[in-house]
């Protein structure tokens, strides 16, 4: 089965332009996350989906970055304009509610590295 | 609000060494608690996992055990090798909101 599925693996972009992350959860799996990880910061929640439906995004960092869930299948997460500080590595997972014994157990894509320069 | 702590690194070990991360956790309520492990260039990846008091999680020689008394979850492995060399992260997760995650222990295993 595979498993959460990010794209690009690596981008390296210039200050001022738009990032777009994309996203593909286990099939199945109806809880998608977005997660940050920076040395400073460490791993951070940025915005989770029940069902497609955005539940919290009070760790969106502002206004430069959205979020969306058009289907089941498909997130992307878009900084627009970047910023060297945005910076990082962004992680999409998802989870299954009805997966029986890890039904609350996350699973992590490898990440989209990101450089603003 | 819930939290996890888990000790600092970075941890310096010889092949074949006793290995123990310390995680300690604060929960509202009964969290499932995780290790994840994160090697270098490379996304988390689930290590083991428990879901109550006194249950046991173990995976390629990992384990640990959910105490609740002690609100701790620490991760121990009999014998490290260089493989290992990686980031761990001790996290909880109560019912189906997100991960709350410790720091990160680096574990550099030398030969």
């Known amino acids: 089965d595979a498993g959460v599925i990010q794209s690009p693996r690596h981008e390296v972009t210039e200050m001022g332009q738009e990032v777009t992350l994309r996203c593909k959860p286990i099939?199945?799996?109806?809880?998608l996350f977005w997660y940050r990880q920076t040395m400073m910061r460490g791993l951070e929640l940025l915005i989770y989906?029940?069902?497609?439906?955005?539940?919290?995004d009070s760790g969106m960092p502002e206004d430069r970055f959205s979020a969306k869930m058009p289907n089941a299948s498909f997130s992307t997460l878009k900084i627009q304009p970047s910023e060297p500080r945005d910076s990082a590595v962004y992680f999409c997972?998802?989870?299954?509610?009805?997966?029986?014994?890890?039904?609350?157990?996350?699973?992590f894509g490898e990440g989209s590295w990101l450089t603003v320069v | 609000g819930n939290s996890v702590t888990q000790m600092e690194g970075p941890v310096t070990l010889s092949e074949e060494a006793f290995l123990t991360i310390n995680c300690t956790y604060t929960a509202t309520g009964y969290p499932s608690l995780f290790w994840y492990v994160q090697y270098p260039g490379e996304g988390l990846q689930l290590l083991l996992k428990?879901?109550?008091?006194?249950d046991k999680g173990s995976n390629k020689g990992f384990e640990a055990t959910y105490r609740k008394e002690t609100t701790s979850f620490h991760l121990e492995k009999g014998s490290v090798q260089v493989s290992d060399s990686a980031v761990y992260f001790c996290a909880l997760r109560e019912g189906y909101s997100t991960l709350t995650f410790g720091k990160g222990t680096m574990l550099l295993v030398s030969p």
């Open positions: 099939s199945g799996h109806d809880y």
């Open positions: 989906f029940n069902n497609n439906v955005p539940i919290d």
């Open positions: 997972a998802s989870s299954s509610l009805w997966d029986g014994d890890s039904g609350n157990t996350i699973y």
């Open positions: 428990a879901t109550k008091a006194d």
